[in-house]
């Protein structure tokens, strides 16, 4: 029975009190400084690095290097900030302002400009290695030449010392 009267206590004292909530279409809504209403991409900043795809809990966003699109679900996302936190090149914004309520399920596609790289400077070679390189193929090149001119040195002085020989017999 208390329960009943303390009830009917809170009734009776709301029914003469100011309203608690406010007529929200008729009067705007008050957006703090950290309220999150949605998520907002900066397109020339992003470098599709799918690093808010890999951050993402519910799996709302979905990155395409290849086609270079950036696409969120607004249905899946719970506005968790873990996209915004982990975005390297600050393409990435939570917008205080909510989103329009969808009847339908809607996937935010948004088109990112691809940024050519830049080529990599053609680094000068080592002539060190370079010349050690050629040095063993002219080496590998040589030795059998060497020793070729060695055999035939060796016989050609042998020729001479038995043409000489028979010489010194007489």
């Known amino acids: 029975m208390s329960d009943l009267l303390k009830m009917c206590h809170t009734v009776i004292s709301s029914l003469y009190k100011k309203t608690a909530c406010k007529m929200y279409p008729v009067e705007p809504a008050k957006y703090f400084k950290n309220s999150r209403g949605s998520v907002k991409l900066d397109p020339p900043k992003c470098i599709l690095c799918t690093l808010c795809e890999k951050r993402c809990p519910t799996g709302a966003i979905k990155v395409d290097r290849n086609a270079g ?42 088109n990112v400009p691809k940024k050519e790289k830049p ?39 042998q020729k001479k010392q038995e043409t000489q020989k028979p010489k010194d017999k007489e």
């Open 69 to 110: 699109i950036w696409e969120i679900d607004r249905t899946r996302c719970i506005v968790c900030n873990e996209c915004v936190s982990c975005c390297r090149p600050g393409a990435l914004s939570m917008e205080n302002q909510y989103t329009t309520p969808d009847v339908k399920i809607s996937v935010e596609k948004v």
């Open 119 to 157: 080529k990599p400077k053609k680094q000068p070679t080592e002539k060190k290695t370079v010349s050690k390189k050629t040095d063993t193929k002219k080496t590998a090149e040589k030795a059998p030449k060497e020793q070729e001119t060695k055999k035939d040195a060796a016989e050609s002085a």
